[in-house]
């Protein structure tokens, strides 16, 4: 089993829609919990951070599943500019990135 | 603050060859590690180092090599170029290792190396 699975996508998906992408993870002792965001051949870019069951930004929600050893991130009200590659990140002794899922927002 | 800085943006070797692919903060991090980018995988950790004079392996440090002289610089080695090695390179630092409360790596911009 991969450490970290992510739905690939793509997601498309109109302006003002609300999306969720789930990711699961193996490892139960995963402390912290990270959602990074990158943008076509870019860095990735810290998004969220998640520490205990869940935390919310603006239009942005995270929420954290320990005994099913999922996560989620909820985006309401699609932007344009939201369009990038979500990466799902959980923590032990080390940032494990998963393959990231591709949300594509059109006009 | 420039953050993270990678030099150079674009590299095209030939096996065998020999190069150094460099990284610079000047955050005053502890924390420095280069990842490698390949389609369908995530980002995954070569070698890493926790402050200066101190590197440690990652997941993948076949045919790479590290040193930090400095908590500024943290350059990687590549010692014998393979195909293998055609990747995308992200250097990235942070404040503190581990501590979920200051863990926010930054990233620099990637360097693009084929390796033909």
């Known amino acids: 089993r991969k450490e970290v699975e992510q739905d690939p996508g793509p997601f498309n998906v109109p302006e003002g829609a609300t999306v969720a992408f789930n990711c699961t993870y193996s490892n139960s002792a995963s402390q912290s919990f990270f959602w990074y965001r990158q943008d076509c051949r870019k860095e990735p870019k810290l998004l969220m951070s998640?520490?205990?069951s869940g935390n919310e930004d603006g239009r942005f929600t995270a929420q954290l599943n320990r005994a099913s050893q999922y996560i989620s991130l909820l985006i309401r009200d699609s932007k344009l500019s939201d369009s990038a590659t979500y990466l799902c990140v959980p923590f032990t002794d080390k940032l494990i990135f998963g393959t990231g899922t591709r949300l594509q927002v059109f006009p | 603050n420039a953050g993270v800085t990678q030099t150079p943006k674009f590299q095209v070797l030939k096996t065998g060859q020999s190069m150094t692919l460099q990284c610079a903060q000047d955050m005053n991090h502890e924390y420095m590690s280069w990842y490698r980018q390949d389609p369908g995988m995530g980002l995954r950790l070569i070698h890493y180092?926790?402050?200066?004079?101190?590197?440690d392996q990652g997941e993948v440090p076949n045919g790479y090599n590290v040193s930090r002289s400095t908590t500024e610089d943290f350059p990687l080695r590549l010692l014998s170029a393979a195909p293998s090695q055609t990747s995308v390179y992200f250097c990235a630092s942070s404040y503190s290792r581990g501590l979920p409360s200051t863990d926010t790596q930054y990233f620099g911009p990637g360097t693009r190396l084929t390796v033909l």
């Open positions: 180092s926790v402050g200066a004079g101190i590197t």
């Open positions: 998640v520490y205990s």
